[in-house]
């Protein structure tokens, strides 16, 4: 048996306990299909968070159903699929490393123009740093690509863009 799949039977047990009712026969089944859609990794974070909505509405003496519980799972999910669309890889920005730029005519400008690109990114957000380093650095047109990644408008694009640009312009005085 998956993690996943005892982590469900486990937390079925545990809402049945709590909220005191009995829940439909496919409600691991449902769970597990919730979790599948926001990735086999978050059936901890799904589920706790379930849990923990479930236990505020008991505290606040709202009665839950077995249709209410199953609109809980759904709305939580559905959130954290917006948190994840709103995030960046932080990972990739935190460990980016100015490497793909190069000046054949004279190394010394190769070392002096990544120190200074590495001492700007240090005051740039994440994003900024992934933009910058999408469009800027690579050379990347293709704006499709990223406003579908990041789940943003295509005038939020270029506001942060622009935004990046004036900081840089900012910050070599």
Do not use: W
């Amino acid at each position: 048996m998956h993690s996943a799949e005892k982590y469900t039977s486990f937390l079925a047990e545990e809402l049945r306990k709590v909220l005191e009712i009995d829940l439909p026969n496919n409600f691991e089944r449902i769970f597990l299909r919730h979790v599948s859609l926001i990735g086999m990794n978050n059936y901890a974070e799904l589920g706790s968070l379930v849990m923990l909505e479930c236990l505020e509405k008991k505290a606040q003496e709202k009665d839950i159903d077995c249709d209410e519980l199953l609109r809980i799972v759904d709305r939580i999910r559905h959130r954290i699929v917006r948190q994840a669309h709103r995030e960046i890889p932080v990972d990739m920005a935190k460990n980016f490393e100015v490497r793909g730029i190069r000046s054949d005519i004279n190394p010394e400008r190769t070392v002096l123009l990544r120190d200074i690109l590495s001492k700007f990114l240090k005051h740039l957000s994440p994003l900024q740093v992934f933009l910058f380093n999408y469009f800027f650095i690579e050379g990347n047109k293709d704006k499709k690509q990223i406003l579908d990644s990041l789940n943003i408008s295509q005038a939020t694009l270029y506001r942060r863009l622009e935004d990046i640009r004036e900081a840089f312009r900012d910050f070599m005085g």
